[in-house]
Structure formats: C-alpha cells, structure tokens
C-alpha cells in the first residue's frame, strides 16, 4: 500500500507537474489563444508563489499554525489540483459536454488522490493538503471559466501528446527535492544560523517524527535541542513541495 501511494505522490512532484503546465502553456500559444496562455501563466504562478510564501514563512519565522499542523501549503497538492483537471478538461473539450464533464471528473479525481498520497507518505499534514488543493482548484476554476468561450484551434490530441514524456519519466526519474533550497532561502531571508523545523507528530507513532536537519553550528545553551524539536533517531524524511 505505501509502493502505491507512494507512485501517486510522485505524480504531484515538479518534475511532472511543472512539465505539464508548460505543455498547457505552450499548447494554447500553438493554438493563438494568447490571453488563455497568459492567464494560465498568471493563476498558475500565482499558486505556485503562495506555495513558497508559506513555506518561507514558516522556515524563516516560524509563522504557521501549530493547532492544525500547518506549516505552509503543500505543492504537491496545489499543482496537481491545478494541472490534471486542466489538462483534461482541455484535451477533450471539442468532445462534448458528456465527454469534457467526464474528463474534468477523471482530473478531479486523480488531483484527489494524489494531494491525499501526501499524508500516508509523512509528507504533510491534512491541514496542509486540503488547504493546498484549495488553491489548485481555484487555479483550475478561475482558468476554465476563463476558457469557456475560446477555442484554440490546435486539437486536443496534440496537448496528451505533450503529457505524455513528463508521466512516461515518473517511475525512472529522482524526484526533485526543493525543501534544501526553501531552507536555504529562508535563512538567508530570516538572518538565521538553521531554518524552524516543524514540532509536531506528521504520523501516529514516535518513529513519525520528522528529523531535523543537522546544525551547521552548535546550540549556545550547552548542545541540547529545545524538548520541542528534539531530533530522534531514525531515517531521515525527505520533502518536497
């Protein structure tokens, strides 16, 4: 069960997700739908800004919300909730109603499972999966009520087409780990000697307990770790957005 929710994770990541929204993108520019491809542009980065905003928050100054686990929107969900209802919905909009709600549904479904995917793999809260598929789907919505009265004139075989390389690499390519990056960013940013690391339970067990990254510099008060965040022993969980 974890192999399996695991490959539905892995759909959610940059490396998949970012592909796919440049294919939407260069589909609808190939199709001379210039105001579609700017908005998609606009709501899609908008999402993925509001992704690193809160994540930055949270690594830099501990901005989150401790009550529900939150500690900054999961990109995972965000992107897949943006892309696949997208994605289909384009594709086989010259089919029909029928066949365009049938598709829209498939979108939704499959976004769904993979923002959920998050929480069985220990990468995120349920506060931060819901409130990440919350802005993916407003990205989504705000794209295709946009799109109702254009039609590009490129087929929608051509944009599958386009998806295909980025779903066929998922099973043979490393995910793209950004939370290094993030981390390092929001130190910088924060003036900080390592970024806030989150001090709660992502799993039901003590061995769910994320584990801090190492301090590049001891603690001034003698070398212990505040009870909080205290880093417990275990294989070290990787995240990405």
Request: glycine share 12%; hydrophobic share 50%; charged share 15%.
């Amino acid at each position: 069960m974890t192999s399996w929710w695991s490959a539905l994770s892995g759909l959610g990541g940059i490396e998949v997700t970012g592909p796919l929204g440049v294919a939407i993108a260069v589909w609808l520019v190939a199709g001379r739908s210039w105001r579609l491809s700017l908005a998609w542009c606009l709501l899609y980065g908008a999402g993925m800004a509001l992704v690193v905003v809160t994540k930055l928050a949270y690594m830099g100054w501990g901005i989150g919300i401790p009550e529900i686990k939150f500690a900054g929107l999961s990109g995972h969900a965000m992107r897949a909730c943006a892309v696949f209802p997208v994605v289909l919905y384009l594709a086989f909009r010259r089919l029909g109603s029928p066949a365009r709600r049938l598709a829209l549904a498939a979108g939704i479904v499959l976004a769904l499972l993979v923002s959920i995917s998050r929480v069985p793999v220990l990468a995120h809260s349920w506060s931060e999966v819901v409130l990440g598929g919350i802005v993916g789907f407003a990205v989504a919505a705000g794209f295709i009520w946009q799109a109702r009265s254009e039609h590009p004139t490129v087929v929608g075989r051509v944009l599958l087409a386009l998806c295909i390389p980025p779903l066929l690499v998922v099973p043979t390519t490393e995910p793209v780990y950004t939370e290094g990056m993030l981390k390092k960013l929001a130190v910088a940013l924060a003036g900080r000697e390592s970024a806030v690391e989150r001090a709660w339970r992502l799993g039901p067990g003590r061995e769910h307990y994320r584990q801090r990254a190492p301090r590049e510099h001891p603690p001034a008060h003698g070398g212990e770790t505040d009870p909080a965040v205290r880093r417990l022993p275990g294989a070290t969980v990787r995240m990405a957005i």
